[in-house]
């Protein structure tokens, strides 16, 4: 102190506020009574320091004004400030940089804050409704929805969260609202932080999803038509007027408005309907629409299949009907018309052996008989039709030399005798096989074979159906089903996202606390050992979460044994952020004889 005793007191203050303080000295001796204010000071090893100065005018004994201050030192204060403002800055600076729209109101309604990426689409300028309530500057319905938001956001104290669309920039686009409760130092309500997030892509992939599960649907809804109508040619005593019947029956599902769809055949003058028209009066003069396919019968047409609408129906490919639906009906009428061909062919044989030999040479499939030997192997062909040796390239001398198991590609002789076998008990049996051609072409079958007795011996008569075009229907429908998982695949990278977010706030806080803890002096060996620990458990949880959704898609087509309890668990964890952001808890009781279970061909997931 002494060492400023007789000095200019402007020594203390740095050379740039010297001019000034030189100013308000002279006016405080001039006339001004008092000075308060704060000041930036230079001790004595030049090292600056901030005090809040308040200085007041007196008379001295020797008549002139003196100026005594009074001094606090403030560089604390100042550097919390400092601190507060960086942080401010930062906690600024991250929000905008982040994809969502942050939105701040405040109890009375009125929007106080915006933070923004710089690339975001808004509805409104900020400058148009910061400082504004909601309910002048929102449209009505948006302003309705975030009122009614709030009010529930009170009575619940629960984060309150909402979809809403709106048009910007001449396009339609989708949002997520998730709307949470501000509260002041006395613990009250004191508004509400809205985040808006822009989610039309993801409505879109929904979209896509949705429309592509529809259409896996119909396929699976034609499949399942196709498969009730192989079932009824497994049974061998049904009449055909009994299976146009019941085709009537099984059609209107498979199509796509299966409630207002009616099925009519037509065959050898008699009308086959749908049960539920049958007792209906003036049902006909309902249609609007019409989808046929012809029934042949030894390439003569003998009737026709009519699909009906009852109603009008939006334009498709063929009016209101699908691609998929004309597929679907000219399988239907081959298919029928196969069956009536082979109900025709087994009347025939029972009633006329000489009947039987126009028919085995007409019909459209290929048609084989050789004699069987009960526990031996089939014996060469003794009768082959015309359409066997067309479809395999062989003269009839030819074939005439061969016997089943000399066509059927890659059948084992193992399997051959198990079909010997099921068939001497069975006397029928159905089941597919590839045949092959003389240039070794395979062409995919489905074999009808019946026992029966000719003079003593019995022999086998076997109706081999080309299902060429099937399969190839089929094999469209597994790739439709694929498609289906890899649009599932979008919903699977969002629960990743959402599993993701919680460890990334966790490592951003550890992030955050390491430059807290080092500004405090904080940062010991102990706890950088410790945050690191938590930072690596975090990032395992993040790889194992990229594991668990890889496995998800392997494919496993082996027979294996697995813990059925774990799967369900794992299934469960992966969407446990979903479940637990919705207040939903989920909980696994399982008997304990069910812990291995047996799968083949599928994936456990689908379990």
Not at 327 to 356: A, G, V
């Amino acid at each position: 102190e002494y060492e400023l005793i007789g000095e200019h007191f402007s020594l203390v203050f740095c050379e740039e506020m010297r001019e000034k303080l030189n100013h308000k000295h002279n006016q405080l001796i001039e006339g001004e009574n008092t000075f308060k204010g704060e000041l930036e000071v230079i001790g004595k090893n030049n090292k600056k320091f901030f005090i809040l100065t308040n200085s007041v005018r007196i008379m001295g004994i020797d008549n002139r004004y003196k100026r005594i201050s009074f001094d606090i030192d403030i560089t604390s204060k100042k550097d919390a400030e400092n601190q507060i403002k960086e942080s401010e800055e930062k906690l600024r600076t991250t929000l905008e940089t982040m994809s969502d729209l942050i939105l701040v109101i405040d109890k009375k309604n009125i929007f106080k804050e915006v933070y923004h990426s710089k690339d975001d689409e808004l509805l409104l300028n900020p400058d148009d409704f910061i400082g504004k309530k909601f309910s002048l500057v929102l449209p009505e319905y948006l302003a309705k929805i975030t009122q009614k938001a709030i009010n529930k956001l009170k009575e619940t104290y629960q984060i309150q969260e909402y979809e809403y669309s709106a048009q910007l920039n001449e396009k339609q686009k989708w949002f997520n609202a998730k709307m949470s409760m501000r509260k002041d130092i006395n613990n009250q309500y004191n508004g509400v932080t809205l985040t808006i997030r822009d989610i039309t892509s993801q409505k879109e992939i929904e979209k896509e999803k949705e429309l592509l599960l529809h259409n896996l649907a119909e396929r699976v809804k034609e499949l399942n038509c196709l498969y009730q109508l192989s079932k009824l040619s497994d049974r061998p005593n049904i009449s055909i007027d009994n299976i146009l019947q019941e085709t009537c029956n099984i059609i209107p599902p498979a199509w796509q408005y299966p409630e207002i769809t009616c099925a009519r055949i037509y065959f050898d003058k008699q009308t086959f309907l749908s049960e539920k028209y049958q007792k209906k009066k003036n049902w006909d003069k309902l249609i609007f629409a019409k989808q046929t396919a012809t029934i042949l019968i030894n390439n003569e047409k003998r009737g026709t299949i009519e699909v009906l609408y009852l109603k009008k129906m939006p334009n498709e490919d063929e009016g209101p009907f699908l691609k998929d639906e004309r597929t679907l009906i000219n399988i239907l009428s081959e298919q029928l018309s196969s069956m009536i061909e082979r109900k025709i062919i087994h009347k025939f044989l029972k009633e006329d052996e000489e009947k039987y030999r126009t028919l085995f040479n007409s019909t459209n499939d290929a048609v084989f008989m050789h004699p069987v030997f009960e526990n031996q192997p089939p014996s060469k062909f003794v009768e082959v039709n015309d359409i066997a040796c067309e479809r395999l390239g062989y003269s009839r001398e030819e074939l005439l030399q061969l016997s089943p198991m000399d066509i059927d590609f890659n059948t084992t002789k193992e399997r051959i005798m198990t079909l010997t076998k099921n068939l001497w008990e069975n006397k029928n049996i159905i089941f597919e096989v590839q045949h092959l051609k003389k240039d070794g072409t395979p062409i995919p079958v489905e074999v009808n074979a019946h026992l029966f007795e000719y003079k003593g011996q019995i022999y086998t008569l076997s109706i081999a159906r080309d299902i060429t075009e099937r399969k190839r229907y089929e094999k469209q429908n597994e790739i439709l089903i694929q498609q289906s998982k890899l649009a599932a695949m979008g919903e699977m990278i969002g629960a990743i996202a959402h599993q993701w977010r919680q460890p990334l706030n966790e490592l951003g806080i550890l992030f955050q606390d390491f430059d807290d803890a080092y500004q405090f002096g904080e940062l010991t060996n102990e706890y950088v050992k410790d945050n690191v620990a938590q930072a690596m458990g975090q990032l395992k949880f993040m790889s194992k979460t990229i594991d668990d959704f890889r496995n998800f898609f392997k494919p496993n087509k082996e027979i294996e044994y697995f813990n059925l309890v774990e799967v369900i668990k794992e299934s469960v964890n992966l969407t446990l952020a979903q479940l637990k952001n919705n207040y939903i808890h989920v909980s696994v009781e399982c008997e304990p004889d069910l812990n291995h279970v047996q799968k083949e061909d599928i994936k456990s997931q689908d379990l």
